[in-house]
């Protein structure tokens, strides 16, 4: 592996950072950063969660000013004074927090500030359309300019993003996990994307945590670690293995899969017919004691849509639900948790943080009532010891309880999210794409964190769209397709293949009833029946 130690200097760079340094309040996020990016190249910029990516390239787009260091355009200093000044030299970035106007259309969302309009006073609303529609359609994107973004999902928002930033004439990319809601069909549209921004006056950088994702798109990838420059390392030269240990100082080793729940465990959850009028067809499963039950499924598929009815959080029309041999009924989510049952969202900012408050009342907020009151006052000193403990049990990264959540970096923010419901204490734990944004090395804490609670005892549901992850960390995985379980397979007999035939088989061509998979008398179907079916 031939790690560059300094920057190239073969050339003139089309962007380069010398010597950047930038501190916040009690951390510091970056010290001595170096990084260029050459014409005509896709540039990887990788690192744990806290080594300070987002926060350089948010320098590099005028967001932040920095405390010392000095970035070049084309050979010319470079000094960005604000977002907009950055637009106008070509440096287009897209965030990983999404920076939308829910209320407004695709099209005013993505040429905000640039509308045609008719005379002085009046948008031209179909002009517009028609302006949003070419670009659209030159992407090959799948987008309908006059829908609102707050109606849209979160994987088409993501391409809004996309639009957005190549509305402008951008010289410069600046993509900051911009695939982490895409399925694999719309990351291959965005790669050809990306391969046909890059020309001679062009250059792209290129943010991810998916490893097969930057050996495919990347020329050179540059890795920071706690906020200083590593090194940077030819793509087609080096190993993937070789770029993780670089960003995280370690080998990554990864664990076996789990074994078997044995059918004799008791039965924690059981769920007989759930529907619901938007997608939901017939539902059915079991979740044993100490199990972790996979979902696996295409994008739209419906295993979001089970983990929200399950909780209450959308209106069930039809079905079940049984919790310890009893019937239960859930209105909405604060019944779910005082049946014990905790849903960690896929959207951990906007659902399970509030990102303004601290560590310590982000891990409180589920229990203050039961757990900190006393005769309407707040017992502030349990609550931050039991805050405090949470984060050593968890091993949560933060200067103190008193860190403001927005501040943590994503791993650190999904265990604090974790930690809350732990503190609850439920028995059945629903991860939405727990290791979303996330890091490697995080990404093994919370695999370590959820076999751990399994072995405690406690149910999961785990949904995620990685079929590795799916694999790797599940006992039983079922697959949806279109609101329905089209099939259901155990850890031993489970394959990337049988898990696709699965989630792209139609309800009505399965063979086995989907209403009844899950029950002990319904034999799991097993990868074999996947190839038979496959050869019709």
């Not at 799948?142 to 639009?163: F, G, H, N, Y």
Request: glycine share 8%.
């Amino acid at each position: 592996m031939d790690v560059a130690q300094v920057p190239s200097q073969r050339g003139v760079p089309l962007l380069r950072a010398e010597g950047v340094s930038k501190s916040f309040p009690g951390v510091r996020a970056l010290s001595d950063v170096h990084l260029d990016l050459r014409h005509n190249e896709v540039l990887g910029l990788v690192g744990e969660n806290g080594a300070g990516k987002s926060t350089l390239m948010k320098l590099l787009s005028g967001i932040y000013t920095a405390d010392e260091g000095e970035f070049y355009l084309n050979g010319e200093r470079l000094e960005v004074t604000g977002p907009k000044q950055a637009q106008e030299l070509g440096i287009s970035i897209i965030h990983q927090e999404f920076n939308l106007m829910p209320d407004l259309t695709v099209a005013q969302n993505i040429f905000i500030g640039r509308e045609p309009r008719s005379g002085r006073f009046f948008l031209n609303e179909r002009g517009l359309n028609a302006r949003a529609m070419e670009l659209i359609e030159r992407l090959q994107l799948s987008l309908d300019p006059t829908r609102t973004v707050a109606s849209l999902t979160v994987a088409k928002q993501q391409m809004v993003e996309i639009a957005k930033a190549l509305s402008y004439d951008a010289k410069v990319l600046i993509m900051d996990e911009p695939t982490a809601a895409l399925n694999e069909t719309e990351v291959a549209a965005l790669h050809d994307l990306i391969r046909r921004f890059k020309r001679p006056d062009t250059g792209a950088i290129y943010i991810s945590h998916r490893m097969d994702e930057l050996k495919a798109i990347t020329d050179r990838v540059t890795v920071l670690r706690d906020g200083q420059y590593v090194g940077t390392v030819d793509t087609a030269r080096t190993t993937m293995k070789e770029v993780i240990s670089l960003m995280v100082g370690r080998t990554i080793v990864g664990d076996a899969k789990p074994e078997g729940v044995r059918e004799e465990r008791e039965v924690l959850l059981e769920v007989r017919g759930l529907s619901t009028k938007a997608l939901l067809k017939d539902v059915s499963f079991d979740l044993r004691k100490g199990e972790i039950l996979g979902f696996a499924g295409l994008m739209g598929a419906g295993r979001t849509e089970v983990a929200r009815a399950i909780v209450g959080a959308d209106k069930v029309d039809s079905g079940t639900i049984t919790l310890r041999g009893e019937r239960v009924s859930i209105r909405n989510p604060a019944d779910a948790a005082k049946h014990r049952i905790g849903y960690l969202s896929e959207d951990r900012k906007q659902f399970g943080l509030l990102l303004e408050q601290d560590v310590n009342a982000n891990i409180a907020l589920s229990s203050l009532r039961d757990l900190f009151s006393s005769f309407g006052f707040m017992r502030d000193k349990t609550m931050r010891a039991r805050s405090r403990q949470s984060v050593s049990a968890l091993r949560i990264k933060t200067p103190s309880i008193h860190q403001t959540a927005k501040n943590l970096s994503g791993g650190n923010q999904q265990k604090v999210v974790i930690a809350k419901w732990l503190l609850r204490d439920c028995d059945i734990l629903i991860f939405d794409e727990p290791t979303r944004g996330i890091d490697v090395g995080a990404k093994e804490e919370i695999y370590r964190l959820l076999n751990e609670l399994a072995q405690q005892g406690k149910s999961i549901i785990m949904i995620s769209s990685e079929l590795p992850e799916i694999l790797r960390m599940s006992h039983r995985i079922v697959v949806m397709s279109e609101g329905r379980i089209t099939g259901m397979l155990s850890a031993e007999e489970a394959t990337q293949e049988s898990v696709m035939h699965y989630a792209t088989l139609r309800p009505d061509e399965n063979p086995a009833d989907a209403a009844e998979l899950g029950l002990d008398e319904i034999e799991t179907p097993h990868p074999q029946t996947a190839e038979k079916a496959g050869e019709r």
